[in-house]
């Protein structure tokens, strides 16, 4: 089983949709957790960080969810400039602080 | 603009060449990392630098080696490179390698724009 698993898409949806990521992870230890947006030929930059209990960022709002080892990213009212790709990163207590990256989901919103 | 600085944007190289790529940051981060990202792939770890110290090489060749001369200052010094390591480089900084805060308050990375390298 990979560290970090994705979907990765392509999500195709009109602008105004409610779009959602899922991303699985395989050590329990895990401690810290990320979404990064990824556009085509840039640098991935910090989109949210994931705490336990859950957080929002305007139409943005990412869930942990420990058990089950799977964090979530909701994006509401979907705009034609959050089509990039989205990357989960997670790191592992113990590990030095190197983050481990999904491979990304593409997201592309239309008019 | 990114508060990590990378030069150069853009590098062509040949196989027998020497090149550094060169990374700053002025945030006072103790940690530094390079990754390594291919075309639909995700940054891959190569080297992790904390408090000036190299922590961790994830068996990269040692045709890629890297160098921290001070807290903000990150090299990768590149020699004999394959036509494969055609790549974009990215480099990235955090606050502290070592801490972990449980969820509660987590510190991600800071990437540079990275340095997109051609080898020929």
């Known amino acids: 089983r990979k560290e970090v698993e994705q979907d990765p898409g392509p999500f195709n949806v009109p602008e105004g949709a409610t779009v959602a990521f899922n991303c699985t992870y395989s050590?329990?230890?895990?401690?810290?957790f990320f979404w990064y947006r990824q556009d085509c030929r840039k640098e991935p930059k910090l989109l949210m960080s994931?705490?336990?209990s859950g957080n929002e960022d305007g139409r943005f709002t990412a869930q942990l969810n420990r058990a089950s080892q799977y964090i979530s990213l909701l994006i509401r009212d979907s705009k034609l400039s959050d089509s990039a790709t989205y990357l989960c990163?997670?790191?592992?207590?113990?590990?030095?602080?190197?983050?481990?990256f999904g491979k990304g989901t593409k997201l592309s919103v239309k008019p | 603009d990114t508060e990590v600085t990378q030069t150069p944007k853009h590098l062509v190289m040949g196989m027998t060449n020497k090149k550094s790529l060169k990374c700053e940051q002025h945030?006072?981060?103790?940690?530094m990392y390079w990754y390594k990202q291919k075309a639909k792939k995700p940054p891959e770890l190569m080297f992790v630098?904390?408090?000036?110290?190299?922590?961790i090489n994830e068996s990269v060749p040692s045709r890629f080696s890297p160098e921290c001369p001070n807290s903000s200052l990150l090299n990768l010094h590149l020699h004999a490179l394959q036509p494969e390591d055609s790549a974009l480089y990215l480099c990235?900084?955090?606050?502290?390698?070592?801490?972990?805060?449980?969820?509660?308050?987590?510190?991600?990375?800071?990437f540079g724009s990275g340095t997109r390298l051609t080898v020929v």
């Open positions: 050590n329990s230890a895990s401690q810290s």
């Open positions: 990235a900084s955090s606050q502290d390698a070592f801490r972990w805060t449980g969820g509660v308050e987590s510190y991600g990375y800071t």
């Open positions: 945030m006072g981060h103790r940690a």
């Open positions: 990163a997670v790191n592992a207590e113990g590990s030095q602080g190197n983050l481990i």
């Open positions: 630098y904390s408090y000036e110290k190299l922590s």
């Open positions: 994931v705490y336990s």
